[in-house]
């Protein structure tokens, strides 16, 4: 009798919060996913940094788990695929691989000197044109000014070519491949505010005005490549294809098989990123979003544009963890069930800053429209609709930048099964919202990516044929109603703006 093995890919998805590993077959579906929390270390207000070693101890942990718990042998993965929270940045010495700081986390806020300075000094537009990002402590470019200048001899020996500058997917290559791999692709490379959008490289006059030096800097390759192999201990013993690298989010509109221009996806996680593709020529918004690549596929890039809501999710464990007003996430959809208000209460959850259309790092959170009346329900309601309003913000921008229609949005991440947020967000932005049938699209498009790049999977095609969709949502609110909600939306956002401490 002859053994039938089965063969599979292997996504690794290293988020803010948590690292997982999750085993996809060939139909595309889950077959196991393992878990672990990935700590923040908070030095000061505002900072937000993550220990390097433990970070790779973690994917170590869950790549481990996923095997031993399918009962699956490393000889039948095919390949893997690595996604990664994007511009978080990590220094680590090329000899030893030592990481010379903590890794500076993308929210992290130790930068805002840096970043305050380039803006004065009139750098913006410029920037803006060459990477399609605006000046924000956000990306990486001056996470690494940082590190050098706070890092004794770090300038020096950056230089010298000692040290190697790295997103997260850049580190795991290298730790997967144990040390032969200095490599990132053009997802993530976009997120560092070095890297020109046009030209595919690293841009020297940004670079020569950071002081960054070049030898520091990862090779940029495509999303979906063998740009080589796991080292043995690592798996048991085989070799696997390290096959595609790319950004969370970038990842999770190809999980949604976002490769036409136009398609337009909302990641529902701690922070909400929505992302659209804008085809193969990069569009530079005039409104405030963010110029990205979307991925780099058989030798061409995609481009999107991008509005990046830093939060969504994490304003639902707010209300848990700090408000006591929910004991768990499913609570919150009951009690905005359970409300009675007519929608006038509005939270702004600026807790660091407010992100895309506004840039406003200054701007604090605000809660207005409440009365002697006003219940918990009600703020908890009025939490998750900020969530909804924000993304109407940004996919009203979208439609000024691009003059297209938008008529559905692809939704995901784990606050896009609360059914009430979801029915709201149809209704407040007047579109159907199509629900994906696994919430876990960015490890589909670490997966997707890294079976094109070994012949897992033929072409797009293939993906588009085993693509399973979830439920979809309809408006139905009354137009005056949306309309009336939305003004109230508008004059609290502005509202918010005006107040500085
Ligand atoms: O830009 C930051 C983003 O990539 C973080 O994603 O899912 O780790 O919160 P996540």
């Known amino acids: 009798m002859a053994f039938v093995t089965e063969h599979y890919i292997l996504a690794v998805d290293q988020g803010t919060s948590a690292s997982r590993a999750i085993i996809i077959n060939k139909n595309g579906r889950r077959v ?76 992290s806020k130790q930068t805002d000197d840096v970043t305050r300075q380039l803006i004065k000094d ?44 790295g997103t997260v997917d850049s580190w ?45 800097l990862p090779e940029v390759k495509s999303s979906s490549e ?86 969504a999710g994490s304003a639902i464990g707010w209300l848990q963890d700090e408000m006591k007003m929910i004991p768990d996430e499913p609570a919150a959809k009951r009690a905005a069930l359970a409300s009675t208000d007519h929608d006038e209460v509005y939270v702004v959850p600026a807790f660091s800053g407010l992100g895309a259309p506004y840039w406003d790092d200054a701007a604090r959170g605000a809660v207005y429209g409440i009365t002697r009346g006003t219940t918990q329900n009600d703020f908890v309601k009025a939490t998750l609709q900020s969530i909804a309003y924000q993304t109407r913000d940004v996919i009203e921008t979208m439609r000024k930048d691009t003059q297209l229609a938008i008529p559905r949005l692809k939704a995901d991440g784990a606050s896009s099964r609360n059914t009430y947020l979801m029915q709201f967000q149809a209704d407040i932005l007047n579109m159907e919202i ?5 919430e876990e699209t960015t490890a589909l498009g670490a997966a997707f990516l890294a079976g094109l790049a070994v012949g897992f999977w033929d072409n797009v095609d293939a ?13 139905y609110m009354p137009e005056d109603h949306r309309q009336r909600l939305y003004q109230g939306w508008q004059t609290a956002v502005k509202a918010t703006e005006l107040f500085k401490l």
């Open 32 to 107: 196991t996913a393992a878990s672990q929390p990935l700590p923040q270390i908070n030095r000061h207000p505002g900072w937000v940094e993550h220990d390097p070693n433990l970070l790779w101890n973690s994917v170590q942990s869950v790549i481990s788990s996923v095997l031993i718990n399918a009962g699956i042998h490393p000889d039948q993965i095919d390949g893997v695929g690595i996604v990664t929270q994007r511009e978080t940045t990590i220094i680590w010495d090329r000899t030893t691989g030592e990481p010379i700081a903590p890794a500076v986390g993308w929210q």
């Open 122 to 165: 009139g750098y913006g537009e410029m920037i803006h044109q060459k990477t399609g990002l605006f000046i924000n402590s956000y990306f990486s470019a001056a996470k690494i000014r940082w590190l050098l200048d706070h890092v004794e001899g770090a300038q020096e020996r950056a230089e010298k070519g000692e040290l190697c500058f």
């Open 172 to 216: 795991l290559a290298w730790k997967l491949s144990g040390s032969a791999l200095h490599v990132t692709d053009y997802s993530n490379a976009s997120r560092t505010m070095l890297f020109n959008i046009h030209t595919l490289d690293w841009d020297d006059e940004i670079l020569k005005l950071m002081n960054i030096p070049r030898a520091m």
């Open 226 to 311: 063998v740009y080589g192999h796991t080292q043995n201990y690592q798996f048991f013993g085989a070799e696997v294809p390290i096959a595609a690298l790319a950004g969370d989010q970038q990842a999770a509109l190809f999980g949604q098989m976002g490769f036409d221009k136009g398609v337009i996806k909302n990641t529902y996680g701690a922070g909400a990123f929505i992302v659209m593709n804008t085809g193969d020529e990069p569009l530079i918004s005039n409104n405030g979003l963010l110029t990205t690549i979307a991925y780099g596929l058989n030798g061409s890039v995609q481009y999107a544009l991008e509005g990046s809501i830093f939060v």
């Open 434 to 438: 199509d629900r994906s049938a696994d």
């Open 463 to 475: 993906l588009q044929a085993i693509y399973q969709q979830g439920k979809t949502f309809s408006p």
